[in-house]
C-alpha cells in the first residue's frame, strides 16, 4: 500500500489535477477516515470535481462515499455551496437539504445562499416533491426577499 500511494503521489507531484491519481489515494485513505490526509485529500478532489460538470457523478459518488466513511465533514463553506447545488441539480436533494440547513441556522448571511436554496427547490421540484419544494421557495421569499431568486419566484 506504501509503494502504491507513493507511486499517486509522485504523479500528483507532476500533475496535480490528475483526477485518476486522486480518486485512487481517496479509495485508499477512506478505510482510513481519522486520517487527516484523508479529510485533505477529499476536499481537494471534490473541488475539482464539482468545477468539470461532466464529473458531477463522480462528485455525487466521492461525496456519499466521504460521509459513510468521516466521522465528521470537514470542508469550506465555498465546497458545501457547490455541494449542495450540485446534489440538487443530480437528483438528490434531500442530500443537499441537511447542508443547507446548517447554513441556514449556522451562516444565514453567507453569501450564495438563496442561489442553492433556489436550486434545491428545483431539485425537489423535479422529484415532484411539491411539499418540499414550496417549503424551499417560501424560506427563499421569506428570508432573502431581496435576491434575484426570490424576485424570480416573485414574478411567476
Request: hydrophobic residues 35%; positive net charge; proline residues 4%.
Amino acid at each position: 500500500m506504501e509503494k502504491g500511494t507513493k507511486v499517486l503521489n509522485d504523479v500528483l507531484n507532476k500533475d496535480p489535477e490528475n483526477v485518476t491519481a486522486l480518486k485512487h489515494l481517496f479509495d485508499i485513505y477512506k478505510t482510513k477516515s481519522e486520517n487527516r490526509h484523508f479529510h485533505k485529500l477529499t476536499k481537494r478532489l471534490l473541488l475539482l470535481l464539482s468545477k468539470d460538470d461532466t464529473k458531477h457523478n463522480m462528485t455525487v459518488e466521492v461525496y456519499n462515499e466521504y460521509i459513510k466513511h468521516a466521522k465528521q465533514p470537514k470542508f469550506s463553506a465555498e465546497l458545501y455551496l457547490r455541494l449542495i447545488s450540485i446534489l440538487s441539480i443530480r437528483g438528490y436533494p434531500e442530500k443537499a437539504e441537511p447542508i443547507l440547513a446548517m447554513f441556514l441556522n449556522k451562516k444565514p448571511d453567507f453569501p450564495g445562499l438563496s442561489t442553492v436554496l433556489f436550486k434545491l427547490a428545483n431539485g425537489y421540484k423535479m422529484k415532484r416533491n411539491n411539499k418540499k419544494q414550496r417549503k424551499c421557495l417560501n424560506i427563499l421569499c421569506s428570508k432573502y426577499s431581496n435576491s434575484p431568486e426570490a424576485q424570480l419566484v416573485k414574478n411567476n
